[in-house]
């Protein structure tokens, strides 16, 4: 096998797409995509951004939503991205999004992206937001006996090598399970 390097990168797949929401002083809502996160204990997420609008919102009410971005939602997804709160106090209702109080945080919902992880504030230091998961809700569309349903969710994943979202595939395996067969 022969290998090409591409030196010290933030390249890893799949990366997800995560809407990160919050309320500002004001009770209005904002987001923003964040792509470098990821759960690091068992109710813990930590997502890796600078400062933002939305770090002040977020350290200012303790509190803040992380929603998987779907294949339906890539534009206003992105949108949330690109553009500035600090410059365009209304891009959440731009985006298209609306917004339901959390009954677990004091953060928003957003009613277009069907799966979230609802966060209080456990830190934000060096650039790293860390959160406690204390509940995870789903629209019931997105869930098959019981369970999330990945694709019926159709969650996005960042390809940070080539700057594009990308559609997560079908089940491939059955985890703690098909290694068995090598036992």
Known sequence: MSRVNYGAKPIMFPQPVLIVASYDENGVPN????????????????????????????VARGAFTVSMATEDQVIPCDYVGIVSASKVPDKFARAGFHATKSEFV???????LPMTLECRLKSF????????????????????DGKIDPEKLKPISFDPANNAYLAVGPKVGDAFKDGLKLK
């Open 31 to 58: 987001a923003m995509n964040a792509a470098w996160g990821i759960t690091t204990n068992f109710n813990e997420i930590t997502i890796s951004m600078s400062h933002h609008k939305s770090t002040d919102n977020i």
């Open 106 to 112: 004091d953060a928003p919902l957003i009613d277009e």
């Open 125 to 144: 230091e060096g650039g790293l937001l860390v959160g406690e998961i204390v509940n995870v809700s789903a629209d019931e569309s997105v869930v098959t």
